[in-house]
């Protein structure tokens, strides 16, 4: 059974500061890996997606990581904002077929001014 | 573009009476539909998906079922309500081809007294 696995719980930054989130997954055998934001009371916005097969993705100051071999994945955020502020989770799915994402608990995020 | 819409944003019913949470997406046909719930302390669990009209999976047995009337709505209900029904509700959309990034909605709040 897949677990997936995000430390710590909460991370508090000062602004303007490069920060790295964690996340780990019990089972390498995955088919892909998302990451969300989640503001408080809302929905979840799709962040980043890397295949398998990738090793990273970028999208302007986010970078994610895959090693699949270690099941692990990071988020790294460049140059903290307060509007990054927010809880960040990934989730995790088996295979093409797997329509199941498999979530993590998360990493509430705060950037101090 | 595609959007996501749920609704209500926020329901407070009481324990046995019935539920009905309307999703629907635009700008995209034949997606597939999920539906989550993010309940406090126990992280987002996928409840149903669909990947086509009529066609519903249920991943967890409960007290709730799913349809889906036409190719872009998903309904979730209830006959009866329970209070560990209460939660957050989440519907989320994917293509059925290439890598099923999967975008959420706003969500529903539902409190059950």
């Known amino acids: 059974k897949q677990e997936v696995t995000q430390i710590p719980a909460a991370l508090s930054v000062p602004e303007g500061e490069n920060l790295v989130l964690n996340c780990s997954f019990t089972?390498?055998?995955?088919?892909?890996l998302q990451w969300f934001r989640q503001d408080p009371g809302k929905g979840l916005t799709s962040l980043l997606l890397i295949q398998s097969s990738q090793r990273e993705q970028t999208s302007g100051r986010l970078n994610a990581s895959l090693d699949k071999s270690s099941g692990r994945s990071t988020l790294y955020i460049a140059a903290s904002q307060p509007g990054d502020s927010a809880t960040y989770l990934c989730?995790?799915?088996?295979?093409?077929?797997?329509?199941?994402?498999?979530f993590g608990q998360g990493t509430r995020l705060t950037i101090n001014p | 573009s595609q959007t996501i819409h749920q609704w209500p944003a926020t329901l407070v019913q009481p324990v046995g009476s019935p539920l009905s949470l309307e999703c629907t997406v635009e700008?995209?046909?034949?997606?597939?539909l999920y539906w989550y719930r993010q309940a406090a302390g126990r992280g987002l669990q996928l409840l149903f998906y669909s990947v086509g009209i009529g066609q519903i999976s249920s991943e967890v047995p409960q007290n709730l079922s799913a349809s889906r009337p036409q190719d872009r709505q998903f309904i979730l209900s209830s006959k009866k309500l329970l209070l560990s029904d209460s939660g957050f509700y989440l519907c989320?959309?994917?293509?059925?081809?290439?890598?099923?990034?999967?975008?959420f909605g706003p969500g529903t709040r539902l409190t059950v007294l």
């Open positions: 989730a995790v799915r088996r295979s093409s077929r797997a329509q199941k994402l498999v």
């Open positions: 989320a959309w994917s293509m059925t081809s290439g890598y099923n990034e999967q975008f």
């Open positions: 089972d390498s055998a995955i088919y892909n």
């Open positions: 700008g995209t046909s034949n997606p597939n």
